[in-house]
């Protein structure tokens, strides 16, 4: 079986935000310790608005890609406070882990901020299409 180059291109689009929430449920369900993080009041309230960001902007590259429009916006944001209630979900059943509302308050903020930052700031956009390898030049 060949795939098609837009089945590709999608494919290659999935493989990041599926291998996010990937590592995301791995670490709330089944780790056995606790993420540990700098010792600063509600850094995990930071550290949840920067991952759910970069999760939203992954599903918006995915549900956006020929149109950056409030649509795909929403698509994206809803996908990612899915995994952010799933995220919270798994980490009520995990005895090394613990569930906040406030977690997904900070997921929510996140995934809303990135992708608007996302669709409005071109130079935010295009340093994230930017291939790796001209990053590190």
């Known amino acids: 079986m060949t795939l098609s180059h837009s089945q590709l291109s999608l494919l290659r689009r999935l493989a990041l935000p599926v291998a996010l929430v990937g590592v995301l449920v791995w670490e709330s369900y089944f780790a ?3 993420p540990v993080g700098p010792d600063i009041d509600d ?3 930071f550290a949840h608005f920067c991952v759910f960001g970069l ?3 992954l599903w918006f590259r995915v549900v956006g890609r020929r149109s950056l429009g409030w649509g795909q916006m929403v698509v994206a944001v809803v996908l990612t406070l899915l995994n952010g209630f799933c995220d919270e979900w ?3 059943m ?3 882990r613990s569930s906040d509302a406030m977690d997904w308050i900070a997921d929510a903020l996140g995934a809303i901020t ?4 996302y669709r409005y700031w071109d130079w ?3 340093l994230l299409e930017r291939p790796l390898w001209k ?3």
């Open 114 to 117: 990135a992708v608007f930052m």
């Open 135 to 137: 990053l590190l030049k």
């Open 43 to 45: 850094f995990d309230k």
């Open 94 to 96: 995990n005895p090394a």
């Open 32 to 34: 056995r310790t606790a």
């Open 124 to 126: 935010y956009r295009e």
């Open 90 to 92: 798994f980490q009520s």
């Open 55 to 57: 999760l939203s902007t």
